[in-house]
């Protein structure tokens, strides 16, 4: 599987849906999780995740950051 980190796109864009939706426009259906993704912006993509939209090959340190 091919796989694009989420880096990509997080330090232009808080948007969740944004930052997957600019991965699946390249055809790649695999996603690095790194730290900037935010609590927030997992809510957003979470049911992408559970529809089987995109899949998860990694996750990048802390996922989320902690708060604090």
């Known amino acids: 599987m091919l796989a694009v980190s989420t880096s990509w796109?997080?330090?232009i864009s808080d948007d969740g849906l944004e930052v997957i939706q600019a991965i699946l426009d390249l055809?790649?259906?695999g996603?690095?999780?790194?730290y900037r993704i935010t609590?927030?912006?997992?809510?957003?993509?979470?049911?992408?995740l559970r529809k089987g939209k995109?899949?998860?090959s990694s996750?990048?340190?802390?996922?989320p950051v902690p708060e604090g």
């Open 9 to 11: 796109r997080s330090e």
């Open 27 to 29: 055809d790649v259906e």
């Open 31 to 34: 996603v690095e999780l790194e």
């Open 39 to 48: 609590p927030a912006m997992l809510k957003e993509i979470f049911p992408l």
């Open 54 to 56: 995109i899949s998860v």
């Open 59 to 63: 996750l990048h340190n802390f996922f």
